[in-house]
């Protein structure tokens, strides 16, 4: 580290301290990314989704500049890393469960998943199906996470009670469950979101300056996370990037050192590092 840029760093704003050090030393610097909603724009089919060509290619040139880039998203890793279509960086799948390892290509699992991955669908395959489809909720399969959405909903009302009605019946069975835009998730009662994920990512990496962008709920656990290991001394600087949206949870602007505007902001901001 330069002298003197421990003290001059700690006088700036996370958001010009992290880009400093992602210029002047770019190798110490890691990168997580939310995906939908993030790089990719919210779309009514989470199957529609899509991340701009010119954010990909951004996203490989950070990948060979930076310390690391990692995308961290509830979907499977797989799913995220053919949604993003970079090689060379790291995929956080399931909020944290799954772990693409960009030199091996495996996906690494928590085990105690595994045995979960039954009972989450035989739970799922109970929900009336000819009633979802009837008021327009979709399921999402992210393998031991199920998603109900009914963003787009012909009956919105309808769908949203139905949705809630399976809430109830996944807590009695001691399911995990999560709200997200317009989406509930159904997940094995192990804890694990992505602050855990990307709090072990940073400790391995020995990185010492991390940014997180993110647009929902689930974000939040990773801002906490990065925050959390600047006051053990595990970061020098933690930059937590909250994506605005009609829907942005009041926790995430609240809890973020800046927010950009949409995926658009994301990618502006991309374009400065
Ligand atoms: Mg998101």
Redesign the pocket.
């Known amino acids: 580290m330069p002298d003197g840029r421990e003290t001059s760093n700690q006088q700036l704003a996370p958001l010009e301290a992290w880009l400093a050090a992602a210029h002047e030393t770019p190798k110490d610097c890691a990168l997580f990314l ?5 790089l990719a724009p919210v779309v009514e089919r989470a199957d529609d989704a899509r991340v701009p060509t010119d954010v990909s290619r951004i996203l490989g040139r950070l990948s060979a500049k930076l310390g690391m880039v990692a995308c961290v998203s509830g979907r499977a890793a797989a799913d995220a890393k053919r949604l993003v279509g970079v090689g060379g960086i790291v995929y956080a799948g399931a909020h944290g469960a799954e772990l693409l390892d960009p030199s091996t290509g495996e996906v690494e699992r928590a085990p105690e998943l595994e045995a979960w991955h039954k009972p989450v669908r035989d739970f799922v395959a109970t929900i009336d199906h000819a009633e979802m489809r009837r008021v327009g909720v979709r399921l999402e399969d992210k393998d031991f996470i199920q998603a109900l959405h009914w963003r787009g909903a012909e009956l919105e009302e309808e769908a949203e009670q139905l949705v809630r009605d399976a809430e109830a019946g996944a807590r009695d069975l001691g399911f995990e469950i999560h709200h997200g835009r317009k989406v509930l998730e159904i997940r094995p009662p192990i804890h694990f979101n992505k602050g855990i994920v990307v709090s072990r990512l940073v400790k391995q990496s020995g990185l010492q300056y991390a940014a997180y962008v ?3 709920n689930t ?1 939040v656990d990773a801002f906490e996370a990065l925050l959390e290991l600047r006051a053990h001394g595990d970061l020098e600087v933690a930059l937590c990037v909250g994506v605005s949206s009609e829907e942005a949870p009041q926790q995430l602007v609240d809890r973020a050192d800046t927010m950009v505007e949409g995926p658009a902001g994301v990618n502006r901001l991309l374009q400065e590092i």
């Not at 939310?34 to 993030?38: Q, R």
């Open positions: 939310d995906v939908d909603g993030t993110g647009d929902d974000d």
